[in-house]
């Protein structure tokens, strides 16, 4: 499995980027998918994550109502939409794929991950 991650850049804050992720190797539209992030010197943390239809979604609190995860299975995409952008949303952006169908939290469901994006939001 290959994971693909763009769309990372220097943005100001307030503004938007939307991350995307192309995934290969197996079959896109039967396992979950997931957004993290790290920065230097902290753990990777759960951002956002989907189930394999898009039917359920789930979020750190901290992004709630800004950030959008979503899916294209007919292109074997999953997307970060990310508005209001704060300094403290910069980190290097991993996507990765479950090892089951749903939306889950725990780094530990992930067994692929992409090579990370980095995003940075200047004040």
């Known amino acids: 499995v290959q994971l693909q991650a763009s769309g990372g850049g220097l943005v100001q804050a307030g503004g938007s980027l939307r991350l995307s992720c192309v995934a290969s190797g197996r079959t896109f539209n039967s396992y979950g998918m997931g957004w993290f992030r790290q920065v230097p010197g902290k753990e990777r943390e759960f951002v956002a994550g989907?189930?394999?239809?898009?039917?359920?979604?789930d979020y750190t609190d901290s992004v709630k109502g800004r950030f959008t995860i979503s899916r294209d299975n007919t292109k074997n995409t999953v997307y970060l939409q990310m508005n209001s952008l704060k300094p403290e949303d910069t980190a290097v952006y991993y996507c990765?794929?479950?090892?089951?169908?749903?939306?889950?939290?725990?780094?530990?469901?992930?067994?692929?991950w992409g090579q990370g994006t980095l995003v940075t939001v200047s004040s």
């Open positions: 989907i189930s394999w239809n898009g039917g359920n979604t």
């Open positions: 990765a794929q479950a090892a089951g169908g749903r939306a889950y939290r725990s780094r530990w469901n992930y067994d692929y």
